[in-house]
């Protein structure tokens, strides 16, 4: 989220974790193979929406190779997820085309 003071319109990043510019979150990239956790060591907390998400994720099989394509594995991940109600570290949306951030 970004916010900008009245006085003098200066940009203030509430998030600096989340780069919308990169595709990355804690400087990982937010694409490639995703394994999912039911605990607290995953590496991002997740939430899923149906409007307006900070990344807009398309599932593959192969080739996660660009911003928003995760392919879901058991092992070998580049980063894993654990899904969330609330206090997320982002949030994401499920696309059959066009992944990436907006």
């Given amino acids: 989220m970004t916010l900008f003071t009245p006085a003098d319109s200066t940009i203030i990043d509430t998030d600096p974790t989340f780069d919308k510019e990169n595709?990355?979150?804690?400087?990982i990239p937010l694409y490639g193979k995703?394994?999912?956790?039911?605990?607290?060591f995953a590496?991002?907390?997740?939430?899923?929406?149906?409007?307006?998400?900070?990344l807009d994720v398309e599932v593959v099989k192969a080739f996660p190779n660009e911003c928003g394509?995760?392919?879901f594995v058991e092992g070998f991940e580049d980063f894993t997820v654990?899904?969330?109600e609330g206090?997320?570290?982002?949030?994401?949306?499920f696309v059959d085309g066009?992944?990436?951030?907006k």
Wanted: contains cysteine; aromatic residues 14%; proline residues 5%.
């Fill in 23 to 27: 595709c990355t979150c804690k400087e």
């Fill in 34 to 40: 995703v394994r999912v956790m039911d605990n607290s």
């Fill in 43 to 54: 590496d991002f907390d997740v939430r899923i929406t149906n409007g307006y998400p900070d």
């Fill in 69 to 71: 394509k995760w392919e």
């Fill in 82 to 84: 654990r899904f969330v």
């Fill in 87 to 93: 206090f997320e570290d982002f949030t994401i949306r």
């Fill in 98 to 101: 066009i992944p990436g951030t």
